[in-house]
């Protein structure tokens, strides 16, 4: 089964608007990892947080964890229409292997 | 530098099979994983290796699938008798080390016909 889920599943704006996309999990993780991916393959990573950070910032993008309440968000802000893809956050567990377990992604689509 | 590759990067098999994926990750990276995704699915994680050894293989759904990486670099999946259900595009990915970001090939599509 899915450790983390995201929401929205999909979410339709306009470029230059800013786009929310949340991702939560169950159990204690090491740190989490926000993945991009255009066409259904290839998928880029975008920005990695530990779990002792609370917030990391990539260009356009920012990331927030909250590890009382087992989620993080992703925001890009001043979207575009290249942002276009399916997000995906990844995390990992605190049992003692590093296997990362996917999400079930947020469909972005900007439109311009 | 190179990426990582995958190949082929399309295979038809038929219902019963044996196929075998290849993985060529970035060179250095220790930590090599493999995952397979349905349309409209996150990747599901199958198996990883940490150097040559399988450090977590609680992923792969059974005993058709197994994989190898013999020197610690290229990685190859082998999947047995193969289904229909075993049709997705399997992703490898490639880390510096286990607590780093993943770099992904551009995966190969399996289809089982």
């Known amino acids: 089964s899915q450790q983390g889920e995201e929401d929205p599943q999909a979410l339709s704006i306009q470029e230059g608007e800013n786009a929310t996309m949340n991702c939560s999990y169950k159990t204690s993780i090491n740190n989490l990892q926000w993945y991009r991916q255009n066409s259904g393959r290839g998928l880029v990573h975008l920005i990695l947080i530990r779990s002792n950070e609370r917030e990391k910032h990539s260009g356009r993008l920012r990331v927030t964890l909250d590890t009382s309440k087992k989620s993080s968000s992703l925001l890009i802000t001043a979207s575009r229409a290249a942002d276009t893809a399916s997000y995906f956050c990844?995390?990992?567990?605190?049992?003692?292997?590093?296997?990362?377990?996917f999400g079930t992604g947020t469909r972005l689509k900007v439109l311009a | 530098g190179a990426g990582v590759s995958q190949t082929p990067s399309n295979k038809v098999t038929e219902k019963g099979k044996y196929v075998e994926l290849r993985c060529d990750p970035i060179s250095g990276h220790t930590a090599l994983y493999w995952y397979r995704q349905s349309l409209g699915q996150g990747p599901e994680f199958l198996i990883y290796f940490q150097g040559t050894g399988a450090a977590d293989d609680s992923g792969l759904p059974n005993d058709r699938f197994f994989a190898v990486r013999p020197e610690g670099s290229v990685s190859t999946l082998k999947i047995q008798r193969t289904e229909r259900g075993d049709s997705a595009v399997y992703l490898c990915a490639s880390s510096w080390d286990s607590q780093y970001e993943q770099y992904f090939g551009p995966g190969t599509r399996l289809t089982v016909t």
């Open positions: 990844a995390t990992d567990y605190t049992s003692g292997t590093y296997k990362y377990i």
